[in-house]
Nanobody, 123 residues
Framework: QVQLTESGGGLVQSGGSLRLSCAAS????????MGWFRQAPGKEREFVAT????????DYADSVKGRFTISRDNAKNTVYLQMNSLKPEETAVYYC????????????????WGQGTQVTVSS
């Protein structure tokens, strides 16, 4: 099993940037496909981005393409989410997640989750 801990959330103005980190422990990080999701109050948890084990392939929700970048450092057991040009409607708790097989866009396909980090974008 893998344990995940997110950090880097906070308050940022509209148009600003944040970089989230997710540190993994307990198992071999490089064997996991990683994803980022977010959940706003009263809404379903939604897919944001995902990255393959070696970082060679990524996929994004259409709403964040061109503004967010997912990356990973297997030597540091960490996955990142660089978020630029943030919008108020992207205020949410951001979660990282892990799964053992290929890229997946559904939250139901991920087995392990962090506790989340709050991102608040002010207008």
């Amino acid at each position: 099993q893998v344990q995940l801990t997110e950090s880097g959330g906070g308050l940022v103005q509209s148009g600003g940037s944040l970089r989230l980190s997710c540190a993994a422990s307990g198992d071999t990080f490089s064997t996991y496909v990683m994803g980022w999701f977010r959940q706003a109050p009263g809404k379903e948890r939604e897919f944001v981005a995902t990255i393959t084990r070696n970082g060679g392939r990524t996929d994004y929700a259409d709403s964040v393409k061109g503004r967010f970048t997912i990356s990973r450092d297997n030597a540091k057991n960490t996955v990142y989410l660089q978020m630029n040009s943030l919008k108020p409607e992207e205020t949410a708790v951001y979660y990282c997640a892990a799964r053992l097989y290929g890229l997946a866009l559904s939250k139901d396909d991920y087995n392990y989750w962090g506790q989340g980090t709050q991102v608040t974008v002010s207008s």
